[in-house]
């Protein structure tokens, strides 16, 4: 009986300090989303997207349609944690352009995407 008694215990310790931890760890997720709210509304968010994907169809014609979704999917995620939107309205064309070379590095085409 005792053993019964003490496997109880254990798993009801073993059951209560698992969902204390658990509990620690979804509050430390929610501050963690809290602190990188993201600055853009969802008109915004589209826009750029929209305009990202009209440059490459410009530029760059013969380009697939997943690797353009890709990119941009990858430009606007960076645009949204580096800038504010007041910031990316103000960019000149020189800017914007820089900007664009740089992105190369952040958000190179991976090879799955090339080779299909």
Known sequence: MKTDSSITKILLLTLISMLTLGIG???SRAAE???YKLKF?????REMWWACSLEFRK???????????YLC???????????T???VKALTKEQSRTLGL???DTCPIPKVLMQA
Do not use: A, F, S, W
């Open 25 to 27: 760890l979804i509050h």
């Open 33 to 35: 989303k809290e602190e």
């Open 59 to 69: 530029i760059m014609p013969t380009m697939r349609g997943q690797t353009r979704i």
């Open 41 to 45: 509304n969802t008109k915004d968010t």
């Open 85 to 87: 939107p007041e910031e």
């Open 102 to 104: 740089r992105m190369r």
């Open 73 to 83: 999917d990858c430009y606007v995620d960076h645009m949204r944690k580096t800038y």
